[in-house]
């Protein structure tokens, strides 16, 4: 894992930049990104455009599956090879194909995608991607392996974030209002230097590669905190792992005032807040191997 991942809410999966260990924080952010936002995942999966339902799908950086049980109830007759740098990620993801009774249809590979030579994995008609690309440091390169991965007329599918999700209200918290805008901000100079494609436009670098895009769209996303009690953990672990990268750049008002939030034992926690919603967008790109 680089050190841009130690620190960053990492949505949708891991890709592999040497990770050898699991990390509890990323797990549960996985989980919950995949809970809170289920809904818009499903949504993305029926938008796909394409031309025939597919038979062989490979879910790239895969994390603990929320694309992959998403890709897998949409197409009740699909096989998915789940692929990720993280044992542990992928031993969650089988455990859950266990307990939803789809251990069948589902294959996991741990691989590093950001080498060369990436294992057999087949020929599907679907490559689905969801921010797991921005965290190649080739990815000109990782976009013709999938090109040559693909069935002939095959979609690839990238979903990517349009940075992290915001929780509160912009004049919370009381005292130092805006703080969590400021936290992104000082985290966003952090992760120009590490994750350099974060908020990269695709479209230009899918054609570069050989595909032809078939469409693209942006889903705005505004969910609010009554909706789930998991959007409180959702916050409280997202801005957690935001404070790693944000704290050299912070005031120290405004990193007492987020540690403020982030304590559990405290009044104050962002746990016990009840003006949360989750705010983000997502952008996804089809493109097709013609």
């Given at each position: ?40 995942i499903a949504s ?209 008002e405004d990193l ?13 926690s962002i746990l ?19």
């Amino acid at each position: 894992m680089t050190p841009a991942h130690e620190h960053t809410p990492h949505h949708g999966g891991s890709h592999g930049h040497h990770q050898e260990h699991d990390d509890s924080g990323q797990t549960e952010i996985l989980d919950l990104d995949a809970e809170v936002l289920a809904e818009h995942i499903a949504s993305i999966t029926t938008w796909l455009p394409l031309k025939v339902e597919p038979r062989q799908i490979v879910d790239l950086g895969c994390g603990t599956g929320a694309g992959t049980f998403a890709l897998l109830e949409r197409f009740p007759e699909v096989h998915v090879t789940a692929v990720d740098a993280s044992a542990g990620h992928l031993q969650l993801l089988r455990e859950k194909a266990c307990a939803r009774g789809v251990s069948d249809r589902v294959r996991t590979v741990q691989a590093d995608l950001d080498t060369s030579h990436w294992p057999d994995l087949g020929t599907p008609d679907l490559v689905w991607a969801s921010a797991s690309m921005h965290h190649m440091a080739h990815p000109d390169r990782a976009l013709r392996s999938v090109h040559e991965l693909l069935a002939p007329g095959g979609l690839f599918a990238v979903v990517e974030l349009d940075g992290f999700p915001r929780f509160l209200p912009a004049d919370a918290p009381e005292g130092r209002p805006g703080l969590e805008e400021r936290a992104h901000r000082a985290a966003d100079s952090f992760h120009a230097e590490h994750v350099p494609y974060r908020g990269a436009d695709w479209g230009p670098m899918l054609a570069a590669a050989g595909f032809t895009l078939k469409d693209e769209r942006t889903i705005t996303v505004n969910i609010e905190g009554n909706r789930s009690e998991a959007i409180g953990r959702y916050a409280h672990r997202s801005l957690q792992r935001i404070r790693g990268a944000a704290a050299p750049a912070l005031s120290p008002e405004d990193l007492a005032a987020l540690d403020e939030l982030l304590d559990v034992d405290s009044p104050h926690s962002i746990l016990h807040r009840d003006d949360l919603a989750v705010r983000t967008e997502r952008t996804v790109w089809a493109a097709r191997r013609t």
